[in-house]
């Protein structure tokens, strides 16, 4: 059975702070990852795609560790719409599902 | 920008009834796939749809369900006869090309409630 597990939080920060989510899967012929945020009641939107030498959005950095089966994402000067959940994507190593992690829920505090 | 679009949003039935969901995915997209979230848990993969038949599907995806893409821009997903556990958020999403090389976008949408 494929996996993807996430710390489920809640994470609660103050505004400003940086705060860090990781993510690990199992199955590791995966060959792509990415994080979506999903606002409550709301459906999953793309924050960003995960490549293995690391990408950089802006606040939002992800990191992918395969060796690991490790996705890590990075959030810098926290704001207080970055409340949400964020969810952890796999695909299915050649298979057309996405795999969801249950989503760490994020509280930016002003 | 282009989205996907689902309809109803909201969808309270008998146990027992048929109940029909629409969505209309993004014009020049090719795969178009369903999710389902139950309240509380995780997004759940159900079918993906290309060509016109189905790709793959899920365990979850049993006799009850089917899809259908009766034109060329709707994309339904039936269900023959509710039970309280499809109770539901349903997402349909759709990409450009086969998912693992492109981003599927979702719609916002349909909250299915079983009686």
């Known amino acids: 059975r494929k996996e993807v597990e996430q710390d489920p939080g809640p994470f609660n920060v103050p505004e400003g702070a940086t705060v860090a989510f990781n993510c690990t899967y199992s199955n590791s012929a995966s060959q792509s990852f990415f994080w979506y945020r999903q606002d409550c009641r709301k459906e999953p939107k793309l924050l960003m795609s995960?490549?293995?030498s690391g990408n950089e959005d802006g606040r939002f950095t992800a990191q992918l560790n395969r060796a690991s089966q490790y996705i890590s994402l990075l959030i810098r000067d926290s704001k207080l719409s970055d409340s949400a959940t964020y969810l952890c994507?796999?695909?299915?190593?050649?298979?057309?599902?996405?795999?969801f992690g249950k989503g760490t829920k994020l509280s930016v505090i002003p | 920008e282009p989205e996907v679009t689902q309809t109803p949003s909201h969808q309270v039935t008998q146990m027992g009834q048929e109940v029909i969901l629409r969505c209309v995915p993004i014009s020049n997209h090719l795969y178009f796939y369903w999710y389902r979230q139950i309240l509380g848990q995780k997004v759940e993969f159900l079918v993906s749809?290309?060509?016109?038949?189905?790709?793959?599907k899920s365990e979850i995806f049993d006799d009850q369900f089917s899809v259908e893409r009766p034109d060329g821009s709707n994309f339904t997903l039936k269900i023959r006869s509710t039970k309280l556990e499809d109770s539901a958020m349903y997402f349909c999403a759709s990409s450009e090309i086969l998912t693992g090389l492109e981003t599927q976008y979702f719609g916002p949408g349909t909250r299915l409630l079983v009686l």
């Open positions: 994507v796999v695909d299915g190593a050649g298979s057309y599902q996405l795999t």
């Open positions: 995960v490549y293995s």
């Open positions: 749809f290309y060509n016109n038949e189905i790709s793959e």
